[in-house]
C-alpha cells in the first residue's frame, strides 16, 4: 500500500520499482484524485510466490520512499536486482531503424571494429520496426567516450548500415548520449523512441467497438478471443473523466508497460483497477490530459487505442527464448549475433548485461525455416560463443499462470470502477486502511 502526495508520473515510479525487482502485479487499485496518491498492488515473486523475505520486503519499502533521484546506492539484501535505469558510467547508443534478419549483427560487428565494448543493451521490434539502446565504454581505457570526433564518426558507420536495409520513406535514426545526472528508465526510453518512431500506426484494435450500457461492456469483453488486444475508451460525464479499458494476456511487466503509454503521452491517471486472472488481465483508467481536458475527439481517441496496444504489443514479441553466459570480452555480441545469423535464426528481443567479467543475455529468436533448434545446435552455438546456453521451450507468449494457482476458466475476475471506486472510495481512511470487503 503506498500513501503519499500527488504528482505526474509518481504512479509509474512506484510500478518501475516494482517490475524492476521482477514483482508480478496481479491486482492494483489506484485513487491518486486531488493532492493525494492512495494506491494497492497485490505482488508476488516470478515464481507466483508470496513475498516473506523480510529484508526484500523492507528493501522495497524503501526502496518506493526513496526519491528516485537519490544518488544513495540501495542494495537489496540476498538478492541480485537488474536495474534497467541507464547506467551513469556509460555513453548510450539510441538507434530506431527497419527490423531486418542480420541487422543487430553488423552493428555489434561495426561497435567491434570501432573498439567499442558493449557494456549492456537491449533490443525490441514491433511491426517491422526495431529500436535499441547499447551502453559501450572505450575498449582500451574502459571509460566513457566522450570525444565528439569518435562519436561522429561511429555515427557515421553505423548510419551507413542502418541505411542500407531501410526502403525509401522509412526512418532511421542514431544518435548517442554522454552519460548525465538523471537519465530515463532504460525500457521506458525504448517505449519513447518506438513511440517517436509511430510504430503504432499499423495497430489495430480486436473485437470491435464497446458499447456504453450498463453490463455491456464486461460482457462483450468476456466474449472475445484471449489471444487478441483490446482497448476501449469512454467517458465518465459525471466525473469528468475519459475511461479506457484494456483487455490482453496477461504477462509480467504488462501494467508497467500501459502506465507508460498513458504517461508519455501526457495523461494523468486519476483511478485504476487491474486485475487478471489465468493468463487474461483486464485494466480500467479513468485519465485526463495534463491540460484537464478528456479525449474528446475520434482521432485523439484512435491514437490512444493504437499506442496502447504498441505498448502492449511490443515486449509480447514472439520467440523462443535461449539464456546466453560467457566471459566478458569485446566482440562478444557480435560474435553471439553472428552465430546467430548463421544458424537461420533472427533475434526479434534481446537483454545483455555484465557483471565483473561475466556477460549474461536473454535472447528471443526466431527460424525463418521453422525448423526447430536442436541439442547439437546448441552444442555447436556454444562451443563457437565459448559459454553456456539455456534453451526455453515455451514461447513468452503461451499460457502461463503466474499465481500458480489450478484454474478452471480462464475468464478475468473482471472489476468495474465505475462500480466499485465510487462506492467504496470513503473506506480509505487517513492510514490507508482496506478498500475492499
Same mark, same amino acid.
Given at each position: 500500500?503506498? #500513501?503519499?502526495?500527488?504528482k505526474?508520473?509518481?504512479?509509474?515510479?512506484?510500478?518501475?520499482?516494482?517490475?524492476?525487482?521482477?514483482?508480478? &502485479?496481479?491486482?492494483?487499485?489506484?485513487?491518486?484524485?486531488?493532492?493525494?496518491?492512495?494506491?494497492?498492488?497485490?505482488?508476488?515473486? %516470478?515464481?507466483?510466490? +508470496?513475498?516473506? #523475505?523480510?529484508?526484500?520486503? %523492507?528493501?522495497?519499502?524503501?526502496?518506493?520512499?526513496?526519491?528516485?533521484?537519490?544518488?544513495?546506492?540501495?542494495?537489496?539484501?540476498?538478492?541480485?536486482?537488474?536495474?534497467?535505469?541507464?547506467?551513469?558510467?556509460?555513453?548510450?547508443?539510441?538507434?530506431?531503424?527497419?527490423? $531486418?534478419?542480420?541487422?543487430?549483427?553488423?552493428?555489434?560487428?561495426?561497435?567491434?571494429?570501432?573498439?567499442?565494448?558493449?557494456?549492456a543493451?537491449?533490443?525490441?521490434?514491433?511491426?517491422?520496426?526495431?529500436?535499441?539502446?547499447?551502453y559501450?565504454? =572505450?575498449?582500451?581505457?574502459?571509460?566513457?567516450?566522450?570525444d565528439?570526433?569518435?562519436?561522429?564518426?561511429?555515427?557515421?558507420?553505423l %548510419?551507413?548500415?542502418?541505411?542500407?536495409?531501410?526502403?525509401?520513406?522509412?526512418?532511421?535514426?542514431?544518435?548517442?548520449?554522454?552519460?548525465?545526472?538523471? $537519465?530515463?528508465?532504460?525500457?521506458? @526510453?525504448?517505449? %519513447?523512441?518506438?513511440?517517436?518512431?509511430?510504430?503504432?500506426?499499423?495497430?489495430?484494435n480486436?473485437?470491435?467497438?464497446?458499447? #456504453?450500457?450498463?453490463?455491456?461492456?464486461?460482457?462483450?469483453? /468476456?466474449?472475445?478471443?484471449?489471444?487478441?488486444?483490446?482497448v476501449?475508451?469512454?467517458?465518465?460525464?459525471?466525473?469528468?473523466?475519459?475511461?479506457?479499458?484494456?483487455?490482453?494476456?496477461? /504477462?509480467?511487466?504488462?501494467?508497467? #508497460?500501459?502506465?507508460?503509454a498513458?504517461?508519455?503521452?501526457?495523461?494523468?491517471?486519476?483511478?485504476?483497477?487491474?486485475? *487478471?486472472?489465468?493468463?487474461?488481465?483486464?485494466?480500467?483508467?479513468?485519465? @485526463? /490530459?495534463? =491540460?484537464?481536458?478528456?479525449?474528446?475527439?475520434?482521432?485523439?481517441?484512435?491514437?490512444?487505442?493504437?499506442?496502447?496496444?504498441?505498448?502492449? !504489443?511490443?515486449?509480447?514479441?514472439?520467440?523462443?527464448?535461449?539464456?546466453?553466459?560467457?566471459?566478458?570480452?569485446?566482440?562478444?555480441?557480435?560474435?553471439?549475433? /553472428?552465430?546467430?545469423?548463421?544458424?537461420?535464426?533472427?533475434?526479434?528481443?534481446?537483454?545483455?548485461?555484465?557483471?565483473?567479467?561475466?556477460?549474461?543475455?536473454?535472447?528471443?529468436?526466431? =527460424?525463418?525455416?521453422?525448423?526447430k533448434?536442436?541439442? !547439437?545446435?546448441?552444442?555447436?552455438?556454444?562451443?563457437?560463443?565459448?559459454?553456456?546456453?539455456?534453451?526455453?521451450? +515455451?514461447?513468452?507468449?503461451?499460457?502461463?499462470?503466474?499465481n500458480?494457482?489450478?484454474?478452471?476458466?480462464?475468464?478475468? *475476475?473482471?472489476?468495474?470502477?465505475?462500480?466499485?471506486?465510487?462506492?467504496?472510495?470513503?473506506?480509505?481512511?487517513?492510514?490507508?486502511?482496506? &478498500?475492499?470487503?
Amino acid at each position: 500500500m503506498v #500513501d503519499s502526495a500527488n504528482k505526474h508520473g509518481i504512479l509509474l515510479e512506484v510500478v518501475q520499482i516494482l517490475t524492476d525487482l521482477d514483482l508480478y &502485479i496481479s491486482k492494483s487499485y489506484i485513487c491518486s484524485d486531488g493532492g493525494w496518491f492512495m494506491d494497492v498492488f497485490h505482488v508476488t515473486d %516470478q515464481f507466483g510466490n +508470496k513475498i516473506t #523475505d523480510e529484508a526484500l520486503i %523492507q528493501y522495497i519499502q524503501k526502496a518506493v520512499c526513496t526519491k528516485r533521484n537519490s544518488e544513495e546506492e540501495q542494495v537489496c539484501p540476498g538478492r541480485e536486482v537488474r536495474p534497467r535505469h541507464v547506467v551513469m558510467e556509460h555513453t548510450a547508443l539510441e538507434m530506431t531503424m527497419t527490423d $531486418q534478419p542480420g541487422l543487430l549483427s553488423e552493428v555489434s560487428a561495426v561497435l567491434a571494429e570501432l573498439g567499442c565494448h558493449v557494456s549492456a543493451g537491449v533490443a525490441w521490434t514491433h511491426k517491422h520496426r526495431g529500436a535499441c539502446i547499447i551502453y559501450v565504454d =572505450d575498449q582500451e581505457m574502459g571509460r566513457p567516450i566522450t570525444d565528439q570526433k569518435r562519436l561522429s564518426h561511429i555515427q557515421e558507420q553505423l %548510419q551507413s548500415v542502418v541505411e542500407a536495409h531501410h526502403k525509401n520513406g522509412e526512418k532511421q535514426t542514431v544518435r548517442w548520449t554522454i552519460p548525465a545526472a538523471t $537519465q530515463t528508465h532504460t525500457e521506458r @526510453r525504448l517505449h %519513447q523512441l518506438m513511440l517517436a518512431d509511430e510504430d503504432y500506426t499499423t495497430c489495430c484494435n480486436c473485437g470491435g467497438s464497446v458499447c #456504453d450500457g450498463k453490463g455491456m461492456k464486461y460482457e462483450r469483453l /468476456r466474449e472475445m478471443s484471449c489471444e487478441c488486444n483490446h482497448v476501449s475508451i469512454d467517458t465518465c460525464k459525471e466525473k469528468g473523466y475519459s475511461v479506457v479499458n484494456i483487455r490482453c494476456r496477461d /504477462r509480467p511487466k504488462l501494467l508497467f #508497460d500501459t502506465v507508460c503509454a498513458l504517461t508519455d503521452m501526457q495523461y494523468m491517471v486519476f483511478h485504476a483497477a487491474i486485475s *487478471s486472472n489465468s493468463s487474461i488481465a483486464v485494466q480500467e483508467y479513468y485519465v @485526463r /490530459r495534463k =491540460d484537464g481536458c478528456t479525449l474528446n475527439t475520434e482521432k485523439e481517441r484512435r491514437k490512444v487505442s493504437q499506442c496502447l496496444i504498441a505498448a502492449v !504489443e511490443r515486449r509480447g514479441t514472439q520467440g523462443l527464448k535461449l539464456d546466453i553466459t560467457a566471459k566478458d570480452r569485446t566482440g562478444l555480441l557480435s560474435d553471439v549475433t /553472428r552465430v546467430f545469423r548463421e544458424n537461420g535464426l533472427s533475434v526479434t528481443r534481446a537483454e545483455i548485461g555484465t557483471r565483473g567479467e561475466k556477460a549474461t543475455g536473454t535472447f528471443y529468436v526466431t =527460424d525463418a525455416s521453422g525448423l526447430k533448434i536442436s541439442k !547439437e545446435m546448441v552444442e555447436a552455438m556454444e562451443k563457437e560463443i565459448g559459454g553456456t546456453i539455456v534453451l526455453h521451450d +515455451k514461447s513468452p507468449n503461451k499460457n502461463r499462470n503466474y499465481n500458480n494457482t489450478n484454474v478452471k476458466d480462464d475468464k478475468p *475476475s473482471l472489476l468495474s470502477l465505475g462500480s466499485f471506486l465510487w462506492s467504496r472510495l470513503e473506506r480509505i481512511s487517513g492510514n490507508f486502511g482496506p &478498500i475492499w470487503s
